[in-house]
């Protein structure tokens, strides 16, 4: 399975907006997609296009080919730099070194190890090809997770125990029973799958999808009387926005919303 691409094989990231949604595919599939130093800096390149990108409204990230979605960190490019406590902007995690208000999907088409999982775990959303495995390799090779806070709160925390201790990889099937991945298709109508889905969530209030994206975490951060405190903060624009009018408006009027972002 390969994404759309802008410009073939050449860059090893592309980027390419199909319609309301851009696919970010990272390039490299004779490496398995891992992340080289090029690749970290064509992941934050694209991200940061998509953010400035206004008729872009859903990300889908993936990998090119149908082996993997990435393999994780470049370990020939560890040992050769001696790479020893990977800076915070070494490879982009969502919401936590770069901001992105706007939904991003996994379509994972392959192994998601390591630095790919990281990837896969901090998007919002997450469709994989029945090939799919996944796995937090880093006790293999004697490297840290320190980005896996979050995972005993997307999966139970003994499976997330598991998985950090052995490093071995689970199917697709396994990681749709346990909740990391939202739907699991044929590897070859994961493109479509992936399109499909995002093109329903572009064809929402733009400002109501951006304050749903926020909401979903606020437990994660805050004691429950102050998430409440803060989803009524973060949802009181939405309610005082015109597109909060047009939405009853064209449901009385039996016509599409058209919506504004304000």
């Known amino acids: 399975m390969t994404g759309p691409t802008e410009h073939g094989l050449e860059s090893p990231v ?10 970010l595919t990272i390039n490299r599939p004779e490496a398995r997609n891992a992340l080289n130093k090029a690749v970290r800096q064509g992941l934050f390149a694209g991200v940061h296009r998509f953010n400035a990108d206004a008729e872009a409204k859903v990300l889908v990230l993936t990998g090119a080919g149908d082996q993997a979605f990435c393999a994780g960190g470049d370990l020939k490019e560890m040992a050769d730099t001696s ?3 990977p800076p915070p902007d070494f490879l982009p995690q969502f919401g936590r070194n770069i901001q992105v208000d706007k939904p991003v999907i996994a379509a ?3 192994i998601a190890y390591a630095g790919g999982f990281l990837l896969a775990q901090s998007c919002d959303l997450c469709i994989a090809a029945d090939t799919a495995r ?13 980005w896996a806070v979050p995972l ?6 003994r499976v ?3 998985m950090l201790l052995t490093g071995d990889p689970i199917d697709a099937g396994r990681a749709y029973e346990i909740g990391l991945v939202n739907e699991v298709v044929p590897a070859a109508e ?7 889905l995002a093109e329903r969530i572009a064809a929402n209030a733009p400002l109501s999808v951006a304050a749903a994206k926020r909401t979903v975490r606020l437990i994660a ?5 102050d998430a409440f405190d803060e989803a009524e903060r973060i949802w009181e624009p939405v309610y005082l926005s015109a597109d909060a009018q047009e939405g009853p408006a064209a449901f009385r009027d039996r016509r599409p919303p058209r919506w504004k972002g304000r």
């Not at 996944?134 to 320190?146: H, I, L, Y």
């Not at 994961?190 to 499909?196: D, F, K, N, P």
């Open 134 to 146: 996944f796995a937090v390799t880093e006790v293999k090779v004697g490297r840290g997770v320190p």
């Open 14 to 23: 592309d980027y390419r907006r199909v319609g309301p949604v851009a696919w």
């Open 83 to 85: 790479l020893r406590v």
């Open 221 to 225: 951060e805050y004691p429950l009387a």
């Open 152 to 157: 005993p709160w997307l999966i139970p925390p």
């Open 108 to 110: 994972v088409n392959g």
């Open 160 to 162: 997330a125990m598991q």
């Open 190 to 196: 994961l493109a479509e799958a992936a399109q499909r």
